[in-house]
Nanobody, 130 residues
């Protein structure tokens, strides 16, 4: 499985960015895909996830501001980030777990189910600064 993020950069508070994650090498009928972020010295945290049934879940801190989606072929994952704040600055990673139980996606996003079977991208930096 190969995941490649793009779209990171610098934005002003209140601005927008759109992240993309292209995927290849996997074929699973059941999966969870998501965006996670990490700042130095802190644990990685889940931002948003989408399941193979197209259900979505969001971290409380981004709900109403961020939107996760996929293209029709389900080979590209997006994260539309609006009304950015300085606290959104982080390295953003996309991840996929094949065979994920989408009914448990809320806990999957919180990393409470473990992440040993995740496939991760290399990350893309988002910096929100005035």
């Amino acid at each position: 499985v190969r995941l490649t993020e793009s779209g990171g950069g610098v934005a002003q508070p209140g601005g927008s960015l759109r992240l993309s994650c292209t995927t290849s090498g996997y074929d699973a009928s059941a999966y969870c895909m998501g965006w996670f972020r990490q700042v130095p010295g802190k644990e990685r945290e889940g931002v948003a996830a989408i399941g193979s049934d197209s259900s979505t879940t969001y971290a409380r801190s981004v709900k109403g501001r961020f939107t996760i989606s996929q293209d029709d072929a389900k080979t590209t994952l997006y994260l539309q980030m609006d009304r950015l704040t300085i606290e959104d600055s982080a390295m953003y990673y996309c991840a996929v777990e094949r065979g994920c139980n989408v009914a448990l996606m809320k806990w999957w996003l919180r990393l409470e189910l473990g992440s040993d079977s995740f496939d991760w991208g290399q990350g893309t930096q988002v910096t929100v600064s005035s």
